[in-house]
């Protein structure tokens, strides 16, 4: 038995695997895999992943294959049962002993449902190996930079993760439709453009045709593409024979769906196939009913209570997450009952049902639906019965020629069995192909003049599949405007004519929908045309669900909340600052050593180039020197008991949250509210009067890095609506103006930055002042880097700063942050502030020394690069070491943390802490408060 074998059983409980799957784990990946149903091709690909990425049983480890990305992600075509794939991994990983949550240095499964809090969780550990499962909406929304159902925020980090050190698996790509075209176009993107970290894909389906793929952009890779099937002596395994020649006698059904239009024809219809079913339903056996939508579905489902007692099951994509859970553990149950389902079953699940009746469809889907029945051959008898489509009409939401040549194959066709059923010869059923151009383009995420943003739906979903996102909540008592966000359990997915439907039968009641204002900062009454990928809320009110049917225009009843949303936030808006009110308050200078050290850190564990690891460091360095601006320190120091005191200090987070925050300045003795200002540009525009002039570091990288750290500003400057202007000409912009003042900043001792006049002439189109334009530096950075490397070092400072701030909040998990910032060295302690601004500021290596060079790339004092020197070797003077409670440092590195805990002490004595200490122990006690306690480990001390 060879190792993976043994691996293999391992994970699935027991079972073998099929030679093709060790192909998978032993041999180079392919991009194509065309294997029947039913023989574990989910299985396959994630545990050769496994396998590939270096991980063995037991949570033991080998080096990873170094042509396997970190993140393996899951594209599956149907709506509603991505969380049973996602179960499945799970549990082959618990196996394992290998599965973990992110941060653990484990595997990670991550399921993308929209909502925010499937953002966070799976984008803080790049480097760390994670799997994705999603929809083709949640994933290819993502991966055109217009996620569905996720902030706008978030966009360029999902999109830089997605397209990076990433493994595209697209399951059962003859359901994908227009994402077929998308998926091919965006490896050939990556291929053509590059990318800072290795990407693949690889397509698989029981029904594969290779020239689904042929886009104008691949078409020509196509040749050189490795197909991984079945051989002649795998077909022959008892194992794989008997699915292959499982026994499926098929015969076309009495009831036939006709003049749907007609009332008595849209009655008759369910009733004459309810009648159908539960006189071919066998009592101890499954009935699968597979129909092309959700309205025939939900009326057959109700229809069958009148005609048998036998369980009833209902499955489709429009259904809560909330329910979906519930529904999914009963479709997993081994049970006889009558399932009534859609297309959804199609992919994904591991059901087999003795019984089986399915509306015509195009013959892949048909393919797919007859594998579902007798799937492993377990039953002697085994029928399936296929219905019939007289009005093409009533085709939707498939072609009437694709359903009309399924009809010609079945004619004269009478059996089921994979070995007896013709192969595929489909076109492919794409219409538009996203061209490189306009995908260059969805790089900038600003919506346009109008608040719109481009429409990326033709190039996730055929036209009459695309959705939007809804969520009832009780308005009855509550107002609308502050709705905390919605959570992953209760957002339902429905089909834009539905929404409208519901949506119109809400007002008409007087119940308003409400869409999420990002520059308001508050949910707002919805007025616009319902556009795909739209999150709206509704009042529960106003019905349109019901918890056992799923969503439906008929359902009147109020709707049932399932979450509880006393802790949930408000979504992200323009004006927020999270990560700057979060409890806890840190100085500037410090904060910005933390992200640059976190920065660092991320870059070393992802084996980044040096050019890449400078300007990162360099933009982490820079970040945040723009909340020095009068008005975000006035911000932010409303958060403090004593603003008087705070004002002492220039601080990078506050100790608490006090509402929505108002950036206000005096002037002329007049206050002036800074509607939208962005702390970021500041820092932006301060990086363009200070940087230095070298070929080490690209200055405008760096700027652009520093901009878009929070995603809010990136591409392009402009004003926004409701900003207040100055009374002369000066431009201005996201709240600040030029000819605003930044005090002296430093960054520990890394860096000073002298007092700063800023400057906007960037705005200006052509050549300026302070050279070319902001939108003329971002083209150009596009260009020279590609989108995919950009977004990748855009996210690295963005994740950085994400670390930093959560090790600031909890210092116990590390980081350089005090425990009381509040208590960091005032300005007015010059005495004690001067002699140890070195040592709070740390030589981490005394690389920082004048002998020693700049460790971080860029340092010089005014704005000078001080790139010399941008190893991070420590010099042969430093190398000594001793070992403390923070890891083995060399002599000069304790020396911040000592200068912490000496200021720690002084204060706690002029609070009176050692008031009553017993004299003759009380320097003892001093030294061991300042050098052993807290540093040092007892028996060094």
Same mark, same amino acid.
Request: proline letters at 5%; hydrophobic letters at 40%.
């Given at each position: 038995?060879?190792?993976?074998?043994?691996?293999?059983?391992?994970?699935?409980?027991?079972?073998?695997?099929?030679?093709?799957?060790?192909?998978?784990?032993?041999?180079?990946?392919?991009?194509?895999l065309d294997i029947p149903t039913g023989l574990g091709k989910t299985a396959a690909v994630t545990l050769a992943w496994?396998?590939?990425?270096?991980?063995?049983?037991?949570?033991? =480890?080998?080096?990873?294959?170094?042509?396997?990305?970190?993140?393996?992600?899951?594209?599956?075509?149907?709506?509603?049962?991505?969380?049973?794939?996602?179960?499945?991994?799970?549990?082959?990983?618990?196996?394992?002993?290998?599965l973990g949550c992110s941060g653990e240095g484990r595997v990670s499964v991550h399921l993308l449902m929209g909502g925010?809090?499937?953002?966070?969780?799976?984008?803080? #550990?790049? *480097?760390?190996?994670?799997?994705?499962?999603?929809?083709?909406?949640?994933?290819?929304?993502?991966?055109?930079?217009?996620?569905?159902?996720?902030?706008?925020?978030?966009?360029?980090?999902?999109?830089?993760?997605?397209?990076?050190?990433?493994?595209?698996?697209?399951?059962?790509?003859?359901?994908?439709?227009?994402?077929?075209?998308?998926?091919?176009?965006?490896?050939?993107?990556?291929?053509?453009?590059? &990318?800072?970290?290795?990407?693949?894909?690889?397509?698989?389906?029981?029904?594969?045709?290779?020239?689904?793929?042929? &886009?104008?952009?691949?078409?020509?890779?196509?040749?050189?593409?490795?197909?991984?099937?079945?051989?002649?002596?795998?077909?022959?395994?008892?194992?794989?024979?008997?699915?292959?020649?499982?026994? %499926?006698?098929?015969?076309?059904?009495?009831?036939?769906?006709?003049?749907?239009?007609?009332?008595?024809?849209?009655?008759?219809?369910?009733?004459?196939?309810?009648? *159908? +079913?539960?006189?071919?339903?066998?009592?101890?056996?499954?009935? !699968?009913?597979?129909?092309?939508?959700?309205?025939?579905?939900?009326?057959?489902?109700?229809?069958?209570?009148?005609?048998?007692?036998?369980?009833?099951?209902?499955?489709?994509?429009?259904? =809560?997450?909330?329910?979906?859970?519930? !529904?999914?553990?009963?479709?997993?149950?081994?049970?006889?009952?009558?399932?009534?389902?859609?297309?959804?079953?199609?992919?994904?699940?591991?059901?087999?049902?003795?019984?089986?009746?399915?509306?015509?469809?195009?013959?892949?889907?048909?393919?797919?639906?007859?594998?579902?029945?007798?799937?492993?051959?377990?039953?002697?008898?085994?029928?399936?019965?296929?219905?019939?489509?007289?009005?093409?009409?009533?085709?939707?939401?498939?072609?009437?020629?694709?359903?009309?040549?399924?009809?010609?194959?079945?004619?004269?066709?009478?059996?089921?069995?994979?070995?007896?059923?013709?192969?595929?010869?489909? *076109?492919?059923?794409?219409?538009?192909?996203?061209?490189?151009?306009?995908?260059?383009?969805?790089?900038?995420?600003?919506?346009?003049?109008?608040?719109?943003?481009?429409?990326?739906?033709?190039?996730?979903?055929?036209?009459?599949?695309?959705?939007?996102?809804?969520?009832?909540?009780?308005?009855?008592?509550?107002?609308?405007?502050?709705?905390?966000?919605?959570?992953?359990?209760?957002?339902?997915?429905?089909?834009?004519?539905?929404?409208?439907?519901?949506?119109?039968?809400?007002?008409?009641?007087?119940?308003?929908?409400?869409?999420?204002?990002?520059?308001?900062? @508050?949910?707002?009454?919805?007025?616009?045309?319902?556009?795909?990928?739209?999150?709206?809320?509704?009042?529960?009110?106003?019905?349109?669900?019901?918890?056992?049917?799923?969503?439906?225009?008929?359902?009147?009843?109020?709707v049932a909340p399932v979450v509880d949303l006393t802790l949930e936030d408000t979504p992200e808006a323009d004006e927020?600052?999270?990560?700057?009110?979060?409890?806890?308050?840190?100085?500037?200078?410090?904060?910005?050593?933390?992200?640059?050290?976190?920065?660092? %850190?991320?870059?070393?564990?992802?084996?980044?180039?040096?050019?890449?690891?400078?300007?990162?460091?360099?933009?982490?360095?820079?970040?945040?020197?723009?909340?020095?601006?009068?008005?975000?320190?006035?911000?932010?120091?409303?958060?403090?008991?004593?603003?008087?005191?705070?004002?002492?200090?220039?601080?990078?987070?506050?100790?608490?949250?006090?509402?929505?925050?108002?950036?206000?300045?005096?002037?002329?003795?007049?206050?002036?509210?800074?509607?939208?200002?962005?702390?970021?540009?500041?820092?932006?525009?301060?990086?363009?009067? #200070?940087?230095?002039? &070298?070929?080490?570091? /690209?200055?405008?990288?760096?700027?652009?890095? +520093?901009?878009?750290?929070?995603? %809010?500003?990136?591409?392009?400057?402009?004003?926004?609506?409701?900003?207040?202007?100055?009374?002369? /000409?000066?431009?201005?912009?996201?709240?600040?103006?030029?000819?605003?003042?930044?005090?002296?900043?430093?960054? @520990?001792?890394?860096?000073?930055?002298?007092?700063?006049?800023?400057?906007?002439?960037?705005? =200006?189109?052509?050549?300026?002042?302070?050279?070319?334009?902001?939108?003329?530096?971002?083209?150009?950075?596009?260009?020279?880097?590609?989108?995919? =490397?950009?977004?990748?070092?855009?996210?690295?400072?963005?994740?950085?700063?994400?670390?930093?701030?959560?090790?600031?909040?909890?210092?116990?998990?590390?980081?350089?942050?005090?425990?009381?910032?509040? #208590?960091?060295?005032?300005?007015?302690?010059?005495?004690?502030?001067?002699?140890?601004?070195?040592?709070?500021?740390?030589?981490?290596?005394?690389?920082?020394?004048?002998?020693?060079?700049?460790?971080?790339?860029?340092?010089?004092?005014?704005?000078?690069?001080?790139?010399?020197?941008?190893?991070?070797?420590?010099?042969?003077?430093?190398?000594?070491?001793?070992?403390?409670?923070?890891?083995?440092?060399?002599?000069?590195?304790?020396?911040?943390?000592?200068?912490?805990?000496?200021?720690?002490?002084?204060?706690?004595?002029?609070?009176?802490?050692?008031?009553?200490?017993?004299?003759?122990? +009380?320097?003892?006690?001093?030294?061991?408060? +300042?050098?052993?306690?807290?540093?040092?480990?007892?028996?060094?001390?």
């Amino acid at each position: 038995m060879s190792d993976y074998v043994s691996f293999f059983s391992t994970a699935t409980g027991g079972l073998q695997a099929y030679p093709y799957q060790r192909r998978l784990a032993e041999h180079p990946w392919p991009e194509l895999l065309d294997i029947p149903t039913g023989l574990g091709k989910t299985a396959a690909v994630t545990l050769a992943w496994c396998w590939k990425r270096g991980l063995r049983s037991d949570g033991a =480890r080998v080096s990873p294959d170094a042509g396997t990305p970190r993140r393996l992600i899951w594209c599956l075509p149907m709506r509603v049962l991505a969380e049973q794939t996602a179960a499945c991994i799970k549990g082959w990983l618990q196996n394992l002993r290998w599965l973990g949550c992110s941060g653990e240095g484990r595997v990670s499964v991550h399921l993308l449902m929209g909502g925010e809090e499937d953002i966070r969780d799976w984008v803080t #550990h790049p *480097e760390e190996d994670t799997i994705l499962v999603g929809t083709q909406d949640m994933l290819l929304s993502r991966a055109l930079m217009r996620g569905y159902g996720v902030s706008r925020y978030r966009w360029p980090i999902d999109y830089a993760l997605l397209h990076n050190d990433a493994f595209w698996v697209f399951d059962e790509v003859q359901l994908m439709g227009a994402g077929i075209a998308t998926s091919a176009q965006l490896e050939a993107f990556r291929r053509r453009l590059g &990318t800072a970290r290795p990407a693949r894909s690889l397509w698989l389906s029981a029904t594969l045709r290779r020239d689904w793929l042929a &886009t104008v952009d691949l078409a020509g890779d196509l040749q050189a593409f490795r197909e991984e099937t079945l051989s002649d002596d795998e077909r022959h395994l008892d194992t794989v024979r008997r699915r292959y020649t499982a026994v %499926k006698h098929l015969q076309r059904a009495q009831s036939v769906l006709n003049g749907d239009g007609a009332k008595s024809a849209a009655k008759d219809y369910p009733e004459k196939l309810a009648k *159908e +079913i539960a006189g071919a339903h066998q009592p101890s056996s499954t009935t !699968l009913v597979v129909l092309n939508t959700v309205e025939r579905a939900q009326g057959l489902y109700e229809t069958l209570k009148k005609h048998t007692s036998a369980r009833r099951l209902l499955v489709h994509a429009r259904f =809560r997450a909330h329910e979906r859970r519930t !529904l999914n553990k009963a479709l997993m149950k081994n049970e006889p009952r009558i399932i009534v389902a859609t297309q959804a079953v199609e992919a994904g699940i591991d059901l087999s049902a003795r019984t089986l009746f399915t509306e015509l469809a195009p013959w892949s889907s048909l393919v797919q639906r007859f594998g579902r029945c007798n799937r492993h051959g377990e039953h002697e008898e085994a029928h399936v019965w296929w219905i019939d489509i007289a009005d093409d009409k009533l085709a939707a939401p498939y072609a009437p020629e694709a359903t009309a040549d399924a009809r010609n194959k079945l004619t004269g066709l009478s059996s089921a069995s994979p070995a007896d059923l013709p192969v595929i010869d489909e *076109e492919a059923t794409w219409e538009q192909v996203i061209r490189r151009g306009d995908f260059l383009d969805l790089f900038d995420t600003d919506p346009d003049l109008t608040g719109f943003d481009v429409d990326v739906s033709p190039y996730v979903r055929d036209t009459d599949d695309r959705d939007v996102l809804l969520f009832w909540r009780d308005l009855s008592t509550t107002e609308a405007k502050n709705q905390p966000t919605p959570a992953p359990e209760e957002l339902c997915r429905a089909p834009i004519g539905e929404a409208k439907k519901l949506i119109e039968q809400a007002r008409k009641k007087d119940h308003p929908v409400f869409i999420w204002d990002f520059l308001e900062r @508050c949910w707002m009454v919805f007025r616009g045309s319902v556009r795909p990928g739209t999150t709206l809320m509704l009042d529960a009110r106003a019905g349109g669900y019901d918890p056992e049917l799923g969503m439906s225009t008929a359902s009147k009843k109020p709707v049932a909340p399932v979450v509880d949303l006393t802790l949930e936030d408000t979504p992200e808006a323009d004006e927020d600052e999270r990560l700057s009110l979060l409890g806890r308050p840190v100085p500037l200078s410090m904060h910005l050593c933390d992200v640059e050290d976190a920065a660092l %850190k991320l870059c070393d564990s992802l084996e980044m180039d040096d050019r890449v690891r400078q300007a990162v460091a360099c933009a982490a360095r820079w970040h945040d020197v723009g909340k020095a601006h009068p008005a975000f320190q006035g911000m932010i120091q409303q958060a403090f008991d004593d603003t008087e005191k705070a004002a002492r200090t220039i601080w990078a987070k506050s100790p608490g949250s006090h509402g929505r925050p108002r950036y206000v300045l005096a002037i002329n003795g007049e206050e002036t509210e800074r509607r939208h200002f962005r702390h970021e540009l500041a820092s932006m525009l301060a990086w363009l009067e #200070h940087r230095g002039e &070298t070929n080490e570091i /690209d200055t405008d990288l760096v700027a652009y890095l +520093i901009l878009a750290h929070h995603g %809010k500003l990136r591409m392009r400057l402009r004003t926004l609506p409701g900003e207040s202007e100055p009374a002369d /000409d000066r431009l201005f912009c996201r709240g600040v103006w030029a000819g605003d003042r930044l005090p002296e900043v430093t960054a @520990c001792n890394r860096e000073r930055i002298p007092e700063t006049v800023l400057r906007l002439d960037v705005m =200006r189109l052509g050549q300026g002042s302070q050279g070319p334009s902001w939108t003329a530096r971002t083209a150009g950075l596009l260009k020279r880097h590609g989108p995919f =490397r950009l977004a990748w070092m855009e996210a690295l400072v963005r994740l950085a700063d994400w670390r930093a701030s959560s090790m600031e909040m909890n210092p116990e998990k590390g980081g350089n942050s005090d425990d009381n910032g509040n #208590h960091e060295l005032e300005r007015d302690h010059r005495s004690v502030a001067d002699s140890a601004a070195a040592a709070q500021a740390g030589d981490r290596h005394p690389a920082h020394s004048a002998q020693g060079g700049s460790e971080h790339g860029a340092r010089g004092r005014g704005g000078g690069s001080g790139t010399s020197g941008a190893g991070t070797r420590t010099p042969a003077h430093a190398t000594r070491r001793i070992e403390t409670t923070l890891g083995l440092l060399n002599y000069a590195e304790p020396a911040p943390h000592l200068a912490r805990e000496v200021e720690r002490v002084r204060l706690s004595i002029a609070e009176g802490a050692w008031h009553d200490h017993p004299h003759p122990d +009380i320097f003892l006690d001093f030294h061991k408060a +300042i050098w052993a306690r807290r540093l040092f480990p007892e028996e060094g001390s």
